[in-house]
């Protein structure tokens, strides 16, 4: 088994290898190994998680990233054709735990609207099947 080189630390406990990190950098690293260089700049780390960063406070890349959003949820959600009952139509029971609203049953082919269950409900018929459901 090889021991583990030990380097002077300073006082704040960051400590210097003479090694480059995984990016090229030489200097010095954190007690928990990471260079302090690419943590205290990260735009030169990862420039795609920068840039998109940067273009998602501009107003015309909101806006039509809404609509394409807006236009992909009316294509997907079916349309209930009743409102919420407040109780599970499969079980019968008022939804409670950490999920406080009734999910919107549909089938994945048709697209079509089928009930309103809770979540203990809805992930056995993801898991067991579809039931035939009156």
């Given at each position: 088994?090889?021991?583990?080189?030990?380097y002077p630390?300073?006082?704040?406990?960051?400590?210097f290898?003479?090694?480059?990190?995984?990016?090229?950098?030489?200097s010095?690293?954190?007690a928990t190994?990471?260079?302090?260089e690419?943590?205290?700049?990260p735009?030169?780390?990862?420039?795609?998680?920068?840039?998109?960063?940067?273009?998602?406070?501009?107003?015309?890349?909101?806006?039509?990233?809404?609509?394409?959003?807006?236009?992909?949820?009316?294509?997907?959600?079916?349309?209930?054709?009743r409102?919420?009952?407040?109780f599970c139509?499969?079980?019968?029971?008022?939804?409670?735990?950490?999920?406080?609203?009734?999910?919107?049953?549909?089938?994945?082919?048709s697209?079509?609207?089928?009930?309103?269950?809770c979540?203990?409900?809805?992930?056995?018929?993801?898991?067991?099947?579809?039931?035939?459901?009156a």
């Open positions: 088994m090889s021991m583990q080189k030990i630390r300073d006082p704040d406990g960051k400590y290898t003479g090694i480059p990190c995984k990016r090229g950098h030489l010095k690293r954190y190994g990471a260079c302090i690419c943590v205290t700049r735009e030169e780390t990862d420039r795609r998680r920068m840039h998109y960063h940067r273009i998602k406070k501009d107003p015309k890349w909101i806006a039509k990233r809404r609509d394409r959003l807006d236009v992909t949820r009316k294509r997907l959600l079916p349309v209930p054709t409102p919420d009952p407040g139509e499969c079980c019968g029971k008022p939804p409670s735990g950490k999920f406080k609203h009734l999910a919107l049953d549909h089938d994945h082919v697209n079509k609207f089928r009930g309103w269950l979540n203990g409900c809805n992930r056995a018929i993801g898991i067991l099947g579809t039931p035939s459901m």
